[in-house]
C-alpha cells in the first residue's frame, strides 16, 4: 500500500510560490548540528493567511517573502472516465506549446491515482487555470510497465523537458520503493521505462517515492538535475523525510545523498514527503506537506547545506477537507499558480490556486 503522510491517519514553468504563514512555527538547523541565532526570513502572515473563498483581504507575504495563494477552481469540470479509485494525487503541470507541435493543450496536467491499480494520467487545457480535460486513453503507463515488469500499482508523476534531446522525461514510483524514468517526444507515449532509484541505493530506508526533478546544478557535484523525494528513514526521529540525488543529465548516473536534506523534527512533526524546489532571494528551498496537513518551507541553500525551517506555507482552507499537498507551480500571463492535492490521504482531488 502507498503511503502518504496525512491526517486521517496521520509546473509550466517552475516560479517562485508561495502560501499563508502561521506565527511561531520556525526552526532552524543546519547540517550537523543547531544554527544558533539564524536570520528567519519573511513575516508570518498575522490575519488573513487562511484566505478561502471570501471577498479578497489584503495580500500577506509567507515565509521568505513568498506571495500567498488563494483556491480559484478544482482541475477538473466533471467526472473522469479513468478514475479507479476515486482519488487523484501529485499534479504536475508542464507548458507545452512551445515544445511540440499539433498539442492537445497548450498546458499538459499530469497526475495518478494513490492506491492500486494507479496508472499515470494526462489532461490538458489552454490555460494554466484550467480546467482540464482528461485525455481519453489514460493511462499513459499502467501498472504493467510495458510488458517489462508488473508491479501494484503506479503513482506520482513529474515531467520534465530535457532540452538537450527534446524529450519530456517522466518520473514515477512503482513500487513504493522504486523510482522509475520513461521518455517522450510527445508528452504523451512514454517508452524505455528504466528504474533509477530504491531503496538499496539509500541506506535505512524502507520507501523512496514521490520524486520531483529540477534543473539546479550544486557545486563540486558536476550534475545539471538534482531530485527530490521522500524516504521513509529507519533512523529516528520522525519517519518519512526528503532526500535528495543528482544526475548529469536526468535519465542516468544518478548518485543519492545517504542522508536527509529535509526532516520532519524541524517543523515538529513524524512525517512529511512530495518536495518541490523554489528559488527566491537568490538562495534555494524546498516546500513539502506534512502530516498535519499543511504545507512548510525550508531554506536548503544553493549547495543544499542547509536546513532553515521556516514556518508554514500554505494552510487548508474549509473546502481541502484538512490537508493540502504536493503542490506544483507556474506562470501564466503573468499570474503565478499553485497546483495541489487538496483533501484526505484516499479522496484527494486536484485543485488550482492564484497568488494574490
Request: glycine share 12%; with cysteine.
Amino acid at each position: 500500500m502507498d503511503h502518504h503522510p496525512r491526517p486521517d491517519a496521520g509546473p509550466a514553468v517552475p516560479d517562485p510560490a508561495g502560501g499563508a504563514a502561521v506565527p511561531g512555527e520556525r526552526f532552524a538547523l543546519r547540517r550537523r548540528g543547531l544554527l544558533r541565532g539564524a536570520a528567519l526570513l519573511g513575516s508570518a502572515a498575522a490575519a488573513g493567511g487562511f484566505g478561502g473563498l471570501a471577498a479578497a483581504a489584503p495580500a500577506h507575504a509567507g515565509p521568505a517573502g513568498f506571495p500567498n495563494y488563494r483556491y480559484v477552481r478544482d482541475a477538473f469540470a466533471g467526472p473522469l472516465r479513468y478514475n479507479p479509485t476515486g482519488e487523484m494525487i501529485f499534479p504536475c503541470v508542464r507548458g507545452v506549446y512551445d515544445k511540440i507541435s499539433n498539442a492537445r493543450g497548450r498546458y499538459y496536467l499530469y497526475y495518478a491515482p494513490h492506491d492500486a491499480p494507479g496508472g499515470i494520467c494526462l489532461a490538458y487545457a489552454d490555460r494554466l487555470e484550467g480546467p482540464y480535460t482528461e485525455y481519453p486513453n489514460n493511462p499513459i503507463i499502467n501498472r504493467f510497465l510495458q510488458g517489462k515488469a508488473t508491479v501494484s500499482h503506479v503513482s506520482s508523476p513529474h515531467v520534465v523537458w530535457n532540452a538537450p534531446t527534446r524529450e519530456f522525461y517522466l518520473y514515477f514510483h512503482g513500487e513504493n520503493h522504486t523510482t522509475r524514468v520513461a521518455r517522450s517526444r510527445d508528452g504523451i507515449n512514454f517508452t524505455d521505462i528504466t528504474p533509477i532509484l530504491s531503496t538499496r541505493l539509500v541506506p535505512n530506508t524502507t520507501e523512496t517515492s514521490y520524486a520531483r526533478v529540477f534543473e539546479h546544478s550544486v557545486a563540486g557535484k558536476g550534475n545539471r538535475y538534482v531530485m527530490l523525494f521522500m524516504g521513509a528513514h529507519t533512523i529516528r526521529p520522525g519517519t518519512r523525510k526528503i532526500f535528495w540525488g543528482w544526475s548529469p543529465n536526468g535519465w542516468d548516473q544518478w548518485q543519492f545523498a545517504p542522508n536527509p536534506l529535509v526532516s520532519p523534527a524541524g517543523d515538529g512533526l513524524t512525517d512529511i514527503a512530495a518536495p518541490h524546489l523554489l528559488k527566491r532571494n537568490n538562495t534555494t528551498y524546498v516546500v513539502y506537506h506534512g502530516n498535519d496537513g499543511r504545507m512548510r518551507l525550508t531554506e536548503v541553500g544553493n549547495n543544499f547545506d542547509r536546513e532553515v525551517h521556516l514556518g508554514v506555507f500554505h494552510t487548508p482552507i474549509a473546502s481541502d477537507n484538512g490537508r493540502v499537498a504536493s503542490p506544483a507551480f507556474g506562470t501564466d500571463g503573468g499570474v503565478s499558480y499553485m497546483i495541489y492535492e487538496a483533501g484526505p490521504r484516499l479522496g484527494a482531488r486536484i485543485c488550482v490556486a492564484r497568488a494574490v
